[in-house]
């Protein structure tokens, strides 16, 4: 099946670092979301975003809903321990349509 | 409130053995979807359910899965025979049905076929 294209594919950093990443889809999506995964658990809905050119913010998460509706961004700043993980994008559609489309994944690794 | 819940966490099974998945989603969530996700990759949709009826299983392989969801709330996963190639985590989720997407996860049923 179709999965977005997420990059990078992983990231090495040191605490307190600002990480960016970023998905994008030969399709348009009118809702992206972006999740996060933990070793052994389900993903965990992080941010929404619902309109294009649309920036949202959660605490030191910041994510944004390109205005093509192509493509999506994903900002973590001033990194913590516990921002390891791996992060997914995901896209639907249609309103009313609940299907998500994920992407690859972003593996983050913070270096002691 | 309770999450949703998926059992058995892990099973390991040999290839053309049966193994069927159990799912009890968010108490009042209309909307269950099974995924599957493979090492390394992001969850791909198998099927989804809107109460009783599955709604969206056009990437369900039904030559070897089945899926039912009794009264609109529990459901269960099946396939028959495994094969090696069905290696995967396999992840039940569950959302009230409205538009946006937001989905709440369990924690998977790990499957490693031999």
């Known amino acids: 099946g179709q999965q977005l294209n997420q990059s990078p594919q992983s990231m090495f950093i040191q605490e307190g670092e600002d990480v960016s990443m970023n998905c994008t889809s030969s399709s348009i999506f009118n809702t992206w979301l972006w999740y996060k995964q933990d070793p052994g658990e389900g993903p965990v809905l992080l941010i929404a975003l619902y309109k294009a050119g649309e920036l949202t913010s959660n605490g030191r998460l910041t994510a944004q809903f390109g205005i093509t509706r192509k493509d999506s961004f994903l900002n973590i700043s001033a990194s913590i321990p516990s921002d390891v993980g791996i992060y997914f994008c995901a896209g639907q559609l249609d309103f009313g349509n609940e299907k998500l489309t994920f992407g690859t994944g972003t593996r983050l690794t913070i270096i002691p | 409130e309770a999450g949703v819940v998926q059992s058995p966490r892990y099973k390991i099974i040999e290839k053309k053995q049966p193994v069927a998945f159990w799912c009890n989603p968010i108490s009042g969530h209309n909307t269950l979807y099974w995924y599957r996700q493979n090492l390394g990759q992001g969850p791909e949709l198998l099927i989804r359910?809107?109460?009783?009826?599955?709604?969206?299983d056009s990437q369900l392989p039904k030559d070897r899965f089945s899926a039912e969801r009794l009264k609109g709330v529990d459901s269960t996963l099946k396939i028959q025979p495994a094969e090696l190639g069905d290696s995967a985590v396999y992840l039940c989720?569950?959302?009230?049905?409205?538009?946006?997407?937001?989905?709440?996860f369990g924690e998977g049923s790990r499957l490693t076929v031999l």
């Open positions: 989720a569950s959302s009230q049905g409205l538009a946006g997407g937001e989905l709440f």
């Open positions: 359910y809107e109460n009783e009826e599955a709604v969206d």
